[in-house]
């Protein structure tokens, strides 16, 4: 098993900054991904970003390129998000999520573990 614990959400103004953090702990050998994903009220899961363990290859969704930016650090087996220039409709619920196993990385279900969850609100 693996656990991840999300934090560094909050409330920001529009153009504000915010780096949210993913502390995995358990099985995390098992692993070969994180990955970020956000829920809005009302709306579907969808992809954030994500990063391999090896080789640390860096995927976006096209609504955060430029703005957000994934990095890790192997030795605390954690995976931050530095997100810049927040919009109010980057407003959501976000998760952490790590999987075990080759697959399309930039869906949800290839995911095995997942977070609690962080909120984080962007005001107008």
């Known amino acids: 098993q693996v656990q991840l614990v999300e934090s560094g959400g909050g409330l920001v103004q529009a153009g504000g900054s915010l780096r949210l953090s993913c502390a995995a702990s358990?099985?995390?050998?098992?692993?070969?991904?994180m990955g970020w994903f956000r829920q809005a009220p009302g709306k579907e899961r969808e992809f954030v970003a994500a990063?391999?363990?090896?080789?640390?290859?860096?995927y976006y969704a096209d609504s955060v390129k430029g703005r957000f930016t994934i990095s890790r650090d192997n030795a605390k087996d954690t995976v931050y998000l530095q997100m810049n220039s927040l919009k109010p409709e980057d407003t959501a619920v976000y998760y952490c999520?790590?999987?075990?196993?080759?697959?399309?990385?930039?869906?949800?279900?290839?995911?095995?573990?997942w977070g609690q969850g962080t909120q984080v609100t962007v005001s107008s």
């Open positions: 358990g099985r995390t050998f098992s692993t070969n991904a």
């Open positions: 990063i391999t363990w090896i080789g640390g290859a860096k």
């Open positions: 999520a790590a999987r075990s196993y080759s697959g399309n990385i930039y869906r949800a279900h290839e995911y095995d573990y």
